[in-house]
């Protein structure tokens, strides 16, 4: 499997989005095809300014219309040159893992070696259905396929058994990289998930959607010691948060909350969440893990966090509801010229 860096010289600054349908200038939704095309141009953006990883998580649904990851991560490998590509996360449950194996080695071999994955139970479960799937097989879905990724990772003849799918037999599978295929899994507060990917050496990937950080410092505690234990190399850790960036703290926030109220009102009445209210958003912006604001106030939270976990990875997930593809590109620019430049600057001040 390629290396990747673990130390805090090396600290990478992503991008994670799941592709909501953008508003135009008017704050009326575009087509599912200007979504996509817009997503691209962001991506480019990102290349431009600076930051590290391009990822796009896996939805099935009219207001997330991103099926298809792999192939808008190909469009945008064809027109950027350094920043690392991939998913965030894929379904790997719902999926087969040797054609996701095979979709991500393309992608490597198209970006000539910038595709990376991030694995995921899904905690959005329209795939199931959609690919007839039954939700009572989730822990045993993960768990069969996820074996059967890392066995694909060594890139020799596989031969393996399982309950979920057809069995290998020195099988194949092609295309092989050039280098390995970073592979992270996606964790939402789970100890067994955290133990699982310390087992096949793979990289955490923290998913911190609400609450303060300092929560997930057992998980990372607990992940350098699993692998200490193993015998296995040390593996980097990562954050994904959600998040929006404007020229000030007031205009960040007045900008997103709108469709954090919208987004989070609607999912709530699917599992049951409380409805939100700006007390719980202006909370979480100032003590959880919405990382709001202007460039100065964003680039010291997401420094706080790399303290607190020990991380080398910080991906942004931005873009929330019908935001316009205007403020989107002004949260790209700010995030690469102004957030990057001063998280790596404050961190390179409190090495000896």
Same mark, same amino acid.
């Given at each position: ?8 010289? #090396?600290? &990478?600054l *992503? @991008?994670?989005? %799941? +592709?909501?349908?953008?508003?135009? =200038?008017?704050?009326? /939704?575009? $087509? ?13 953006? #990102?290349? &431009?300014? *600076? @930051?590290?990883? %391009? +990822?796009?998580?896996?939805?099935? =649904?009219?207001?997330m /219309?991103? $099926?298809?990851?792999d ?14 590509? *991939? ?12 054609r996701?194996f ?10 000539r ?8 139970? *899904? ?32 890139e ?23 280098g390995?295929?970073?592979?992270w ?54 954050v ?12 960040a ?36 893990a ?11 939270k ?42 790596r ?8």
């Amino acid at each position: 499997m390629k290396e990747l860096p673990d130390n805090t010289d #090396a600290v &990478r600054l *992503g @991008l994670n989005t %799941f +592709g909501d349908v953008h508003a135009d =200038t008017h704050g009326n /939704p575009v $087509s599912h095809a200007e979504t996509i095309r817009g997503l691209v141009e962001q991506a480019v953006l #990102a290349d &431009r300014v *600076g @930051l590290d990883y %391009f +990822g796009i998580g896996e939805h099935h =649904t009219a207001d997330m /219309p991103l $099926s298809a990851p792999d192939v808008v991560l190909a469009a945008i490998a064809a027109r950027t040159t350094r920043i690392h590509l *991939g998913s965030a996360v894929t379904v790997l449950s719902s999926d087969d893992p040797v054609r996701v194996f095979q979709r991500y080695s393309t992608l490597d071999a198209l970006s000539r070696g910038r595709a990376e994955v991030i694995l995921g139970r *899904g905690s959005s479960t329209e795939s199931f259905p959609l690919f007839g799937f039954d939700l009572a097989d989730y822990e045993e879905l993960f768990d069969e396929k996820v074996d059967l990724f890392a066995r694909l990772l060594e890139e020799k003849p596989v031969t393996w058994s399982g309950r979920m799918r057809p069995d290998l037999d020195g099988q194949d599978v092609v295309p092989h990289t050039a280098g390995g295929l970073p592979t992270w899994i996606g964790v939402g507060g789970s100890p067994e998930s955290v133990l699982r990917t310390a087992r096949y050496g793979m990289s955490l990937m923290l998913a911190i959607i609400g609450g303060p950080a300092q929560r997930f410092r057992p998980l990372a505690e607990l992940f350098r010691q699993a692998l200490d234990r193993l015998e296995m190399p040390p593996r980097p850790i990562g954050v994904h948060s959600p998040g929006h960036i404007a020229d000030t703290d007031e205009a960040a926030r007045e900008e997103l909350f709108p469709h954090y109220l919208e987004v989070l009102t609607r999912v709530g009445r699917i599992r049951g969440f409380p409805p939100p209210t700006r007390a719980t958003f202006d909370h979480e912006v100032e003590h959880g893990a919405w990382y709001v604001g202007a460039p100065e106030t964003v680039a010291h939270k997401i420094v706080a966090t790399i303290r607190t976990l020990g991380a080398t990875r910080f991906d942004l997930k931005y873009g929330l509801g019908q935001l316009t593809q205007e403020s989107l590109l002004r949260n790209i620019e700010l995030y690469g010229t102004r957030v990057a430049p001063l998280v790596r600057e404050l961190l390179a001040a409190e090495k000896p």
